[in-house]
Nanobody, 115 residues
Framework: QVQLVESGGGLVQPGGSLRLSCAFSGSLFSLYAMAWYRQAPGKQRELVATITGGSSTYYSDSVKGRFTISRDNTKNTGYLQMNNLKPEDTAVYYC?????????WGQGTQVTVSS
């Protein structure tokens, strides 16, 4: 069964950093676009960043300049480097990969920013 598994979440102080990973167990990872979403308690899921197979990127205004999305197609893994974290970044973070009508979601990883 094909899976997408996130890791790297945790508790960090404001101003700190975390790197999330998203590992794909299937094939042809390089062809998929990848996205990171997050959902805070009581809020809708929101798009954080995307990266195409050709490594073009997009960032929401709330994370631009602080977060970096990347991918290593040789490892079938995507990343979200998060710097200068703020309490409002606290959420469950999900990765998604998609191509045409096919998409896969990870189970989510909790990120908590608190002193």
């Amino acid at each position: 069964q094909v899976q997408l598994v996130e890791s790297g979440g945790g508790l960090v102080q404001p101003g700190g950093s975390l790197r999330l990973s998203c590992a794909f167990s299937g094939s042809l990872f390089s062809l998929y676009a990848m996205a990171w979403y997050r959902q805070a308690p009581g809020k809708q899921r929101e798009l954080v960043a995307t990266i195409t197979g050709g490594s073009s990127t997009y960032y929401s205004d709330s994370v631009k300049g602080r977060f970096t999305i990347s991918r290593d197609n040789t490892k079938n893994t995507g990343y979200l480097q998060m710097n200068n974290l703020k309490p409002e970044d606290t959420a469950v973070y999900y990765c998604k990969i998609s191509i045409a009508t096919r998409e896969y979601w990870g189970q989510g990883t909790q990120v908590t920013v608190s002193s």
